[in-house]
């Protein structure tokens, strides 16, 4: 596609619940990242997958949060168990290669989720 | 620890106004710095510093790094409302990962 696609753009959910937040890449990008961006916050690192290798998953911040990329394209974040710290909008991001940075990371619009 | 740190929180000018917005950093491997605008959830590129002392300019907006006092700025002339945004730095050490700043909310009124 043109750019990244993430969907659902928003989702409502109750605590306790489990979530999947999809991420659409720019076709043949290699590179790909989840932020978490809370309320007033700037957006911070979850993971990253280079093809359907996940690379670094430091961010996470817990064992609830799941993210794959099976086959190097698609990739879906999970959150099970959500509590009400979990609300934020989560972004993806992708570049063409791996290890450039700055004009060459695309951010998608993000998935708002709030957790009630 | 690594970090960013972005001031001020927040802005409200008017337009027509110049504006200069403020981020440093202490980092190690430091590799470049970037800065973006967020107007709705995406944040868009503006700059990629990685040497000091260069000014990076595009129409209104420049910007320029100091790596030995570790700081950046944003700078905004001749302020238009559709500036409004936050404007989130971020650096880029030997990983691939950005970690960002808390941003700068501007509000440029008419």
Redesign the interface.
């Known amino acids: 596609g043109a750019g ?1 696609s993430q969907s659902p753009r928003y989702k409502v959910a109750k605590r306790g619940q489990d979530v999947a937040l999809r991420c659409d890449p720019i076709s043949g990008h290699v ?1 790909l ?1 989840w ?1 978490q961006q809370a309320l ?6 979850l993971t ?1 997958f ?1 093809n359907e290798a996940q ?2 998953k430091s ?1 996470l911040p817990s064992d609830r949060f799941f993210a794959e990329r099976p086959e190097g394209s698609v990739s879906t974040l999970k959150i099970q168990r959500t509590q009400q710290e979990d609300s934020a ?1 989560y ?1 993806c991001a992708s570049s063409l290669s ?2 450039t ?3 060459t ?1 695309y ?4 998935s ?1 989720l709030t957790v009630v | 620890e690594d970090k960013v740190v972005q001031s001020p929180l927040s802005l409200v000018v008017h337009e027509g106004d110049t504006v200069t917005l403020n981020c440093s950093y202490e980092v190690t491997n430091f590799r470049s710095l970037l800065w973006y605008k967020q107007e709705k959830k995406a944040p868009t590129f503006l700059f990629m510093l990685t040497s000091s002392g260069i000014e990076k300019k595009s129409g209104r907006l420049s910007s320029i790094l100091d790596k030995k006092e570790l700081f950046s700025i944003l700078n905004i002339t001749a302020t238009q409302t559709g500036d409004s945004a936050v404007y989130l730095c971020a650096y880029n050490n030997a990983g691939n990962m950005l970690t960002f700043g808390g941003g700068t909310r501007l509000m440029v009124k008419p």
């Open positions: 990244v590179s990242f932020y007033g916050q700037g957006p911070e690192f990253y280079q690379l670094d961010g909008v972004l791996p290890g940075v700055g004009n990371i951010f998608g619009e993000g708002w």
